[in-house]
């Protein structure tokens, strides 16, 4: 794919889906805390949402940054608008404003944000060392 | 590697006048939370009072400072 077609494609995702989420990784498995945050809400409302995963090739995030304008990643888009980042989302998921811009029900319970992994520290080691 | 410092001091010279708070998140130099409380952003969207920081830091984000978390308020709004 050219680079105009990414850009392309990316408009069209945009323009085709009310609700559509660029994010690292895929909302099943997302590779990333701010990524697993942003799903994790609209999940928690219970909207549909298309998703595209950035990660494939590092031009789909340059040419979606350039489009928005906006530099990190996650990016929530509804009816073609930018809505914000993580931070932006999960603000207005917990002040409610997000159920209703998604026209959908506040959960009944209150969702939980994933934890960000914990960076794995293990002591300097050899693996498999040879005598 | 960027200090919280370095980042502090970026967003008080950007934005004169705001109240500036940067935690070094992993202690790595690279996510970092952001708290500011500034007049600027009086009558602007979250987006835009977002976009005004990021502005800030240009191409650093995503680069050198992997991840960046705001949240930003106006004087009147703080909670």
């Known amino acids: 794919m050219t680079n105009d077609e990414i850009r392309s494609f990316i408009e069209n995702a945009i323009k085709e889906n009310k609700v559509m989420l660029f994010m690292k990784g895929v909302p099943h498995q997302p590779a990333c805390g701010f990524s697993a945050r942003t799903a994790g809400a609209l999940n928690a409302l219970g909207v549909q949402y298309a998703a595209l995963d950035i990660l494939p090739d590092p031009r789909i995030r340059e040419e979606l940054s350039g489009l928005s304008g906006w530099p990190t990643i996650p990016q929530l888009f509804v009816d073609g608008e930018l809505v914000g980042g993580s931070d932006i989302v999960m603000e207005m998921f917990e002040s409610g404003e997000l159920a209703e811009l998604l026209g959908a029900e506040p959960p009944a319970e209150p969702f939980e944000p994933e934890p960000q992994p914990e960076p794995v520290q293990r002591p300097i080691g050899l693996e498999n060392r040879l005598d | ?79």
């Open chain 2, 1 to 79: 590697m960027p200090q919280a410092s370095e980042l502090e001091q970026r967003i008080a010279t950007a934005l004169p006048g705001a109240r500036v708070n940067v935690e070094d998140l992993t202690g790595g130099g690279d996510h970092f939370r952001a708290e500011i409380v500034s007049d600027r952003f009086e009558g602007l969207s979250r987006i835009e009072q977002h976009r005004l920081v990021y502005d800030v830091f240009g191409d650093d984000i995503g680069g050198a400072i992997h991840a960046l978390s705001i949240k930003t308020s106006t004087p009147g709004a703080t909670a």
